[in-house]
């Protein structure tokens, strides 16, 4: 065993490759998706180590593509869950005994794989599988994971060097920090395959073992993932990644004693009801779970008469329909001061029309396809209600077609009710719907963007007075938990801005920093006394 102590530097963040024509890397992805596409590929679940391949087999298809087959996955069952459930317990005195600078070790080797032999076929699934283009599958799938992995290994090792600021002479003083005692349950979401593996990624590096249940859409990247632990050395039963249905998995998870803890992002609602499901066992766990988790936003954007109006429509148009409005932190209402609205209208009305829509395949696409046949009739619905709503028009879209793929148009509504529905709920879908106020009523419009939506996500405000900005910036401090200043409410980056948000928006526990590897550790703190006292007796006593 080595008795040296060993340093992580400070990461630098995975540079994001352009894939412009003519580029390596583009030559590289082009053949990737040839490849991909060559063959279906059979996805098996993984446990212990072991690729299942039994259970209902269930095709996966492309968005953009729904008549095409990608491969197939075999839907689990309830032994499934058992059988990850026993892997991850079995593993654990191993792995979490395992040297701290060693798991880190795994990680950090995830991520030279990644940004290396991994990174074509990564992009490759994610665009496939969730149909996000080149460059918005290689900010996340490539450079965001590789920063989970870097960043937190630096950040678990600063977090292990704080120690007790005092110990008097004959006292040691010191904190050691404990994997928590059981297994962890990671439900991860389809759009960002990043969170996809930074979710049970986080509390396995901290020495807990994981049951990985991810969104079924995104499944075909999943599995590039697990091989990615694989080739990075991983031990078995350290995550195990199942198919079962979420309401299976729960009923399994939420009564086991070792139940230690949830890593979730997805609907507020399902958040709630795990949470509900969780404390009506409390009594049933060995300790008590922690539970942390991000649930989505209604994000904004607010300007001010001060703005420039083409930052602010370049906010608005990549805000809110980058893979196709599909983010957490999506620019979904903007609310544009009377003064600023005919250039403003004009400069995002001209850039959306610029957008090109279609298959991943055809680098030139901006928009692509929305993740399946549920979201695209949901949001499809949103759309149907605005155009029969008088109080709404559409500026800009408004079409959808799922004859080939699940395509929606970047829209655009103009609404004169700040309180209309696209105002309010989450579309999770390219649409964003624009309020106009009258400059004089400025401080009235903050007090609306803070009250009008249960989320704390994401927001921006765009000025350039400087006292506008702290006014803005002290009346929404609660709106969201990642507030941008002049720029799009998107795109938060690991190291740089600590990702989540509170209210209906989750826990706040900032993945891709300290924060959030914190709640996967139990510190003990050891108090050691070289010279124990032999006297019962206090000096005050004579």
């Not at 350290?238 to 998995?249: A, C, F, M, S």
């Not at 997805?266 to 060995?286: D, P």
């Not at 990642?482 to 989540?500: C, H, L, S, W």
């Amino acid at each position: 065993m080595s008795d040296a102590i060993f340093n992580i530097a400070i990461p630098y963040n995975e540079p994001v490759l352009s894939y412009a024509p003519g580029s390596a890397e583009r030559r590289d992805l082009q053949q990737a998706l040839k490849d991909a596409k060559a063959n279906a590929q059979e996805l098996p679940a993984f446990i212990n180590g072991e690729r299942i391949t039994e259970g209902e087999r269930v095709t996966v298809h492309p968005p953009h593509e729904t008549s095409f087959e990608l491969g197939h996955f075999f839907r689990g069952t309830q032994e499934h869950v058992h059988r990850a459930i026993d892997a991850a317990l079995t593993a654990k005195p191993s792995w979490e005994a395992l040297p701290w600078q060693q798991r880190a070790a795994v990680f950090m080797r995830a991520a030279d794989l990644l940004a290396g032999p991994f990174r074509a076929r990564m992009n490759a699934a994610t665009m496939l599988g969730q149909s996000k283009n080149a460059y918005q599958s290689e900010i996340d799938a490539v450079a965001e994971l590789c920063d989970f992995f870097r960043f937190n290994a630096y950040f678990l090792q600063e977090i292990y060097r704080e120690q007790p600021l005092h110990s008097p002479p004959g006292i040691w003083n010191r904190l050691e920090y404990r994997a928590l005692e059981g297994f962890i349950l990671a439900i991860t979401p389809f759009n960002f395959t990043s969170i996809a593996g930074n979710l049970p990624a986080a509390p396995a590096l901290c020495g807990n073992t994981v049951v990985w249940k991810p969104a079924e859409t995104q499944i075909y990247s999943a599995v590039v993932i697990m091989e990615l632990f694989e080739a990075a050395g991983l031990p078995k039963g350290v995550i195990n990644l199942i198919y079962t249905d979420g309401p299976e998995v729960g009923d399994i998870v939420f009564k086991h004693p070792d139940f230690a803890g949830l890593h979730f992002t997805g609907s507020t609602k399902v958040f709630q009801e795990l949470w509900r499901e969780i404390g009506q066992n409390i009594s049933t766990y060995k300790t008590y779970p922690r539970i942390v988790g991000e649930t989505g936003g209604k994000d904004f954007i607010v300007a001010h008469g001060s703005a420039f109006p083409e930052q602010v429509a370049v906010a608005i148009v990549r805000g809110a329909f980058e893979f196709q409005g599909q983010k957490c932190s999506a620019a979904s209402r903007a609310y544009v001061p009377a003064s600023l609205w005919p250039e403003i209208k004009r400069l995002s009305l001209e850039k959306t029309a610029s957008l090109k829509m279609g298959t991943v395949e055809e680098f030139g696409n901006f928009v692509n396809a929305v993740i399946d046949e549920r979201a695209f009739d949901r949001i499809a619905g949103y759309i149907d209600a605005a155009k029969e709503n008088p109080q709404v028009e559409v500026i800009a879209g408004g079409g959808y077609d799922k004859s080939e793929g699940y395509f929606i148009e970047p829209t655009i509504l103009l609404t004169k009710d700040p309180h209309s529905a696209t105002m309010e709920e989450e579309l999770f879908g390219p649409v964003i719907t624009i309020y106009v106020y009258e400059d004089a009523d400025w401080e009235a419009t903050l007090e609306l963007v803070d009250g009008t939506s249960p989320y704390s996500l994401t927001g921006a405000v765009f000025a350039t007075d400087r006292h506008v900005i702290e006014q803005a910036s002290k009346a929404l401090r609660n709106a969201a938990g990642n507030f941008y200043i002049n720029d799009k409410p998107t795109g938060a980056v690991v190291g740089q801005q600590p990702f989540g948000g509170a209210r209906a928006s989750g826990t706040n526990d900032k993945a891709g920093s300290a924060l959030n590897l914190q709640r996967w550790i139990s510190p003990r703190l050891i108090k050691e006394n070289f010279a124990p006292p032999v006297d019962h007796r206090y000096p005050f006593l004579d």
